[in-house]
């Protein structure tokens, strides 16, 4: 992406509550359990359009989570591209959250996108939140800033990869979208300038070998049950198919297990800036602007 988008604001804004930083524990929640949790927390976001005066479409955006009651955690990259489509002319009717496991759909009423995202995935913090009508039921907890990151340390990841939903479609209201739960170790640490040394202080990007596809932009990275990162970015491979009219299709493939979370101390520093009323986003659907 390109340049910046420009946000309105408004006066409206949302409670919402700061974790403080979990405990240190000791031992860790049993893996299953940690991961019902996650996915009983886990939405598919679905924007819905009118395709004709008796039809309406979704389409599939991404994954988010629930980080507070009516709080869900995404990808600046996604919530930045329905504020941009939306300046494009695309006009949504509504934006909504389809939760994993039981369909519950839940409205979106407003995007935040980290004000530090300058559109690279790789080099800013891709942090992006959805606030929501209704009462989420299960959230999941943030794990403690201070607390190393190791190479080769397990995490999970809960979301819904593109590949899965290619087959088996979300329709709001009407299935019931069973998310993925994928584990892996921690291959590589990263900041965000690639001249720095790594320290515990400068740590932005996890580096892990769960294995993603786009769709699962948005899931959460957890380590010992609790959030360590947003899933945000990986290595595809580009396959073009000439079609028999001579069209070419694109196809993005994953190309190794080599993807990317955000570190969840840059989704703390957006929920500081939301409940003080620094960034309060764009209502959403956003309008489309003519012209």
């Known amino acids: 992406e390109d340049g910046d988008v420009a946000v309105p604001v408004t006066t409206q804004s949302t409670a919402v509550t700061v974790q403080p930083p979990e405990p240190i524990q000791t031992s860790c929640p049993p893996l299953g359990e940690s991961l019902e949790q996650a996915n009983d927390a886990t939405y598919a976001i679905a924007a819905e359009f009118q395709v004709s005066a008796s039809e309406t479409g979704y389409w599939t955006v991404g994954t988010a989570w629930a980080v507070d009651d009516h709080v869900l955690v995404t990808n600046a990259h996604i919530t930045r591209a329905l504020v ?73 990841l809960v979301g819904f990869p593109g590949d899965v939903n290619d087959q088996i479609r979300i329709e709001p209201g009407e299935t019931v979208p069973q998310a993925t739960s994928l584990t892996g170790r921690v291959t590589a640490r990263r900041s965000h300038d690639d001249r720095d040394e790594v320290t515990i202080e400068n740590l932005d990007v996890i580096q892990h070998q769960a294995p993603t596809t786009p769709g699962t932009s948005g899931s959460s990275l957890m380590s010992c049950g609790r959030v360590i990162g947003v899933n945000n970015a990986g290595t ?34 957006l929920l500081t800036l939301m409940a003080n009323n620094a960034v309060q986003g764009t209502e959403m659907p956003a309008p489309a602007r003519e012209g």
């Open 236 to 269: 595809v491979n580009l396959i073009v198919t000439p079609g028999p009219d001579g069209e070419l299709t694109v196809d993005r493939q994953a190309a190794a297990s080599n993807n990317f979370a955000v570190h969840h101390r840059h989704i703390q520093t």
């Open 84 to 156: 941009e489509m939306a300046d494009q002319g695309v006009q949504f009717e509504r934006i909504l959250a389809v939760q994993a496991g039981t369909g519950e759909v839940v409205t979106i009423t407003r995007e935040l996108t980290h004000p530090n995202y300058d559109g690279d995935p790789l080099r800013s913090p891709d942090v992006g939140l959805f606030t929501t009508l209704e009462p989420l039921a299960v959230t999941l907890p943030l794990a403690d800033p201070t607390v190393d990151i190791s190479l080769g340390d397990e995490v999970q």
